[in-house]
């Protein structure tokens, strides 16, 4: 079974319960952290970005996780979207 979907799925609701509105930029950067999540700051849109690659995928499926977290200008939580990246070969 593709892990995939679960895995988005655990992560959209860990994002739920512990960012909100008045999550600054060191409580998002935590949170990547202690989710193990390999992120980087996209200063053109305003967004955390981060992946997940270490997920347990059946053979010939390579998916990851990917994390979007928007910010404002001053780097607090606006909206996040999480989403399974699949690539094939």
């Given at each position: ?62 998916c ?7 910010v ?18």
């Amino acid at each position: 079974m593709n892990a995939c979907p679960q895995k988005r799925e655990e992560i959209k609701t860990v994002v739920a319960l512990e960012l909100s509105l008045k999550s600054d930029d060191h409580a998002i950067q935590e949170f990547l952290r202690k989710y193990q999540i390999v992120f980087s700051f996209d200063h053109f849109v305003n967004r955390y970005q981060g992946i997940i690659r270490d997920i347990k995928n059946p053979p010939g499926i390579d998916c990851a996780v990917v994390v979007y977290i928007y910010v404002d200008k001053e780097r607090k939580f606006l909206s996040s979207e999480v989403v399974a990246s699949y690539t094939g070969m």
